[in-house]
């Protein structure tokens, strides 16, 4: 069992290294991830206004339109998108999950993180910003309007749409941006 769990952990993060890189290859690929963020936003912030009202507020942010995710024991997930500045984009974005615990299956999710402040985006495009286990977001769901505030100049909330996953696992996870 302990050498399964290493094999998998393994071919995990040589997936995750050999073809995940921050930044779109080709020009269609930089466009059709355009087109995923813009449908992201839209989606989200249909199902929860108030993620239209952070975006009017926020220093920045940054949009994850897909995170897959998926484990056994050993979890892991990666997803890219684009962070912006004044409704522009500054730059694209990547993130890698890992986790470990009691985990099976698969899921995909949206996520947005806004930034409160100059200091805390800065931190972010300097890769010092990690979410770790016991790190919050709120679920995007139609008609929550729930009360969400920054939580150490940082806002995130999240949107599930593929998959099914059981996990009861901690972990984490970092961030890499690559400005335009």
């Not at 309007?145 to 984490?172: P, R």
Request: glycine share 16%; with cysteine.
């Amino acid at each position: 069992m302990r050498l399964m769990k290493s094999i998998l952990a393994a071919g995990m993060l040589a997936v995750l290294a050999s073809g995940c890189a921050t930044v779109p290859e080709t020009p269609g690929d930089r466009a059709k991830l355009a087109v995923d963020v813009q449908q992201t936003i839209s989606r989200m912030t249909a199902a929860d206004p108030q993620v239209g009202d952070f975006m009017d507020s926020a220093y920045a942010y940054a949009v994850f339109p897909a995170i897959g995710t998926g484990g056994a024991g050993l979890g892991g997930g990666f997803g890219r998108g684009q962070a912006f500045r004044s409704g522009e984009v500054v730059g694209f974005v990547s993130v890698t999950e890992g986790t470990i615990g009691a985990q099976i299956g698969g899921s995909n999710y949206s996520e947005i993180i806004f930034f409160q402040d100059k200091w805390t985006f800065q931190k972010f495009a300097a890769g010092q910003f990690a979410f770790q286990a016991s790190g919050s977001a709120v679920a995007v769901e139609s008609g929550t309007g729930g009360n969400v505030n920054y939580s150490n100049g940082v806002a995130v909330f999240t949107q599930g749409y593929k998959g099914l996953k059981l996990q009861a696992a901690i972990g984490g996870q970092q961030f890499k941006y690559v400005p335009d």
